[in-house]
């Protein structure tokens, strides 16, 4: 997939670090929105782009107690 908002920085970088700590992180029908969680905890649609990645950053943080700064 190599369209104009996907951004493979993100999904090498963020996605990748996720799953490797036992996050579900699907691919949602509409191309670059991801669906990030645990299994018994919440999911949340985020974009994959830069602009995303401090409030997912702070939702990681509020909800599971996941620093995705160490990684």
Known sequence: MTG???NRKFVNEIIGTLK????ECTHSKNGNRYIIG???GVFKK???GVSCKHP???WLKSE???DLTEY
């Open 4 to 6: 104009k908002h996907f």
């Open 20 to 23: 490797k700590n036992g996050f």
């Open 38 to 40: 645990k299994k018994g």
């Open 46 to 48: 985020w974009d994959s």
């Open 56 to 58: 997912l950053r702070r």
């Open 64 to 66: 599971y107690d996941f």
